[in-house]
């Protein structure tokens, strides 16, 4: 999975998906929701600075007001919503892969504590639910995230959703807890020491996938083909 970051194609823009979609088997975006309970594509806590006093984030923003953010934004870089990249996947005739990397941990000037609460992220994962459902993409849709409260609600929804553990280090417990909880595979950090073919093969043996990511530059590519990646992540084309 990979997607474009340059001058014309920007990350976590529709643009991004529709290329993603075009040259590759999936793309991976992340995920936040709106004060209005609308799911949005971005990665960092703060949008783009226009007010450096009072900086805006996703969770603290209306859609009106991320709207109106987008219209000081060059079309390239203007957020989109989750629905209209699941309603463009699901036009396509090879449908595509996404995977869905949900966020929620933020500064403190998003979010007092940092972490969001259990309430929004049962939120959000119940809205991912209702958008595969909708769109019939159920079967090529993976959701990635250490907040296990989301995974456990997609998985107990009994939806054909995939669900994979997001993982730092220590791959041996969280692939101990996916297997318990009955995820479908973890989604790691390529530069990870705990990362190694052995313990992959044993993940492979519990029927259980991987996902490895931070694979930016062309020799890091046949490495993890070779510790046995399901699925690659990357932020660069090589």
């Known amino acids: 999975m990979q997607i474009i970051d340059n001058d014309t194609i920007f990350e976590n823009t529709l ?3 529709k290329y993603g979609f075009t040259h590759f088997d999936g793309v991976e975006t992340d995920i936040q929701m709106s004060k209005s309970g609308t799911i949005w594509l971005f990665h960092n806590d703060e949008l783009l600075c226009l007010d450096t006093l009072n900086p805006m984030c996703i969770p603290n923003s209306t859609d009106d007001e991320i ?3 987008n219209k000081h934004l060059p079309s390239w870089r203007r957020l989109c919503t989750l629905e209209q990249v699941i309603s463009y996947q699901s036009k396509q005739v090879d449908i595509k892969y996404i995977s869905l990397d949900v966020k929620g941990y933020f500064k403190n000037t998003c979010i007092k504590g940092r972490n969001i609460s259990n309430e929004y992220m049962l939120d959000i994962a119940h809205k991912i639910i209702l958008l595969a459902k909708k769109y019939n993409t159920e079967n090529y849709t993976l959701v990635e995230t250490d907040y296990r409260e989301v995974l456990n609600t997609i998985k107990d929804e009994s939806t054909n959703i995939e669900c994979y553990l997001l993982g730092y280090s220590n791959f041996t417990d969280k692939m101990n807890y996916a ?3 009955g995820y479908d595979g973890l989604s790691f950090n390529m530069n990870d ?6 313990n992959i093969e044993q993940l492979h043996n519990n029927n259980l996938k991987i996902q490895i990511w931070t694979v930016n530059v062309s020799s890091k590519k046949p490495i993890a083909l070779k510790l046995g990646a399901d699925f690659i992540q990357s932020d660069v084309v090589f």
Do not use: C, R
Request: hydrophobic share 45%.
């Open 67 to 69: 709207l109106e953010h």
């Open 193 to 198: 020491s705990s990362l190694t073919a052995k």
């Open 15 to 17: 643009a991004a998906v």
């Open 179 to 181: 297997i318990k909880k």
